[in-house]
């Protein structure tokens, strides 16, 4: 299935989670979020939360700024 | 020293906060910081690069820094709210530095939008800081909406322009006697931050100031010791401004 990721579209197998939606895209283990479908998603709720064809996921992190 | 910043429950030492954008290096970056002697620093909240590793930015903070998650980059309230949101899950504080761009060129702030996102995060119990273009009606409207500070630019963000409407800020400062007034951008030189803090501001922000002078760490200090100064020169009372002179010797006893 298709789902968009940081404003890219990307292919992934169907039927995961969103924490193993993660672990296929990025490796990081610092502090970042993630919104599903413009809603941000608790870590605690990242196993719980099916990732689902044509979902739009924002994951960001913390860049240097003013 | 007993002359306490206190915002939102939280006293600091020092007035000055800074950023942690457009340094050379990330040793440049915490050089800099140390000599400051800043307790906040402000980070902004950008999308993970799927195709790379990259490295954890918050691990070249200084642990003992408060951080201050900014929405840079948003051009709506939908945007910085949804910024705002993620900011808190990732880095569990409530403290935001809450900014609506009106415009790329200029970068000044939507200050429409600003008070409207600001209405709805703090509903949802941020602590909205925002930043917003030096308008003493803006200003009381955000105190009102429930926000612990105002954060009026100097001038536009990385101008280095320096305090562009001294009236206005002294204006806000005056009629606003009980507000906490943080001047946010547009800093070039220490004597702009002097000059801030002198005409009332209770601390001020920056960040281009320091990381693109040609010895960020030095600069640093120099700014620490100008908010210091502008500080205990608004403190002390400056004396009237008057068109003739006044003389500082006694002219009665001169010999003749």
Redesign the interface.
């Known amino acids: 299935m298709k789902i968009t990721?940081?404003?890219?579209e990307?292919e992934i197998e169907s039927g995961l989670n969103l924490s193993e939606v993660l672990d296929r895209?990025?490796?990081?283990d610092?502090?970042?979020?993630?919104?599903l479908n413009?809603n941000?998603i608790?870590?605690k709720d990242w196993e719980t939360t099916e990732v689902l064809d044509s979902d739009e996921l924002?994951?960001?992190?913390?860049?240097?700024?003013? | 020293m007993t002359d306490k910043f206190n915002l939102a429950g939280v006293s600091f030492d020092s007035r000055l906060i800074i950023?942690?954008?457009?340094?050379r290096s990330h040793s440049e970056?915490q050089d800099a910081h140390r000599a400051s002697g800043a307790e906040m620093v402000?980070?902004?909240?950008?999308?993970?690069p799927?195709d790379r590793?990259?490295?954890?930015?918050?691990?070249f903070l200084d642990p003992k820094m408060m951080?201050l998650?900014?929405t840079?980059g948003c051009y709506d309230v939908e945007h910085a709210v949804?910024?705002a949101?993620?900011?808190r899950?990732?880095?569990e504080t409530d403290w935001l530095k809450l900014e609506v761009i009106g415009d790329p060129v200029t970068l000044l702030p939507d200050n429409e939008q600003t008070l409207e996102a600001a209405k709805i995060l703090v509903s949802e119990g941020f602590i909205v800081l925002p930043y917003f273009s030096d308008d003493l009606i803006m200003a009381k409207k955000l105190l009102d909406s429930g926000c612990p500070a105002i954060m009026p630019l100097a001038s536009p963000?990385?101008s280095g322009m320096g305090v562009q409407n001294p009236s206005n800020l002294r204006i806000m400062r005056e009629q606003l006697p009980d507000a906490v007034i943080i001047v946010d951008?547009g800093v070039g030189v220490p004597s702009d931050a002097a000059k801030a803090l002198e005409l009332g501001a209770d601390a001020i922000?920056?960040?281009?100031a320091i990381a693109e002078a040609g010895n960020a760490a030095q600069m640093a200090e120099a700014m620490k010791l100008a908010v210091r100064a502008g500080r205990l020169a608004y403190l002390s009372g400056r004396m009237p401004k008057r068109l003739y002179a006044s003389a500082s010797s006694p002219i009665e006893g001169a010999i003749s």
């Open positions: 990721v940081n404003g890219e990307k895209l990025i490796t990081l610092h502090k970042i979020a993630v919104e413009k941000v608790r870590k924002e994951i960001v992190h913390f860049v240097g700024g003013g | 950023g942690t954008g457009k340094y970056m402000t980070v902004a909240v950008n999308r993970v799927l590793k990259t490295e954890s930015f918050l691990d951080i998650p900014n840079a949804r910024t949101r993620l900011a899950e990732a880095l963000i990385g951008a922000l920056m960040n281009t």
